[in-house]
């Protein structure tokens, strides 16, 4: 049980903290953070904070077969920011963003569910036999 512990704590990490750090990463180095300097920007770190809790609930949705989770998480985004959208450079930062929080997400949560699946305890399959979902059917 330990080690799920672990393995579990690694794939939060890197889901968080270590995809905020990449997105960082790929908005300094496509320019996209300068291109968006001269927009005002709040006080706080709300985009970072925002992409934590995207990827944790499209983790979610991965492990419990629900890909609705998904759209409804980009239509939240969306609708949110749908009057920044007519800046494009907002709408390439925007876009960016989402798709790797989507793409890492999927990576992570993939390599997390393999192995827990194949070396630990399996967490998918007690989480799909606790919510009542039949596997393949989500």
Known sequence: MGCAFLYTAVALILL????????????????????????STPAHNAGRWIGVFERLILATGIIVHSWEILAAVIALKTVARFKDMDERNFAEYFLVGSLFSILWTMLVTSAWIAYDHNAGIDLRKHTEQWLGIQAGKG
């Open 16 to 39: 968080t903290w270590v995809g905020n750090l990449i997105c960082r990463g790929i908005f300094h180095l496509s320019g996209l953070k300068d291109s968006i300097a001269h927009l």
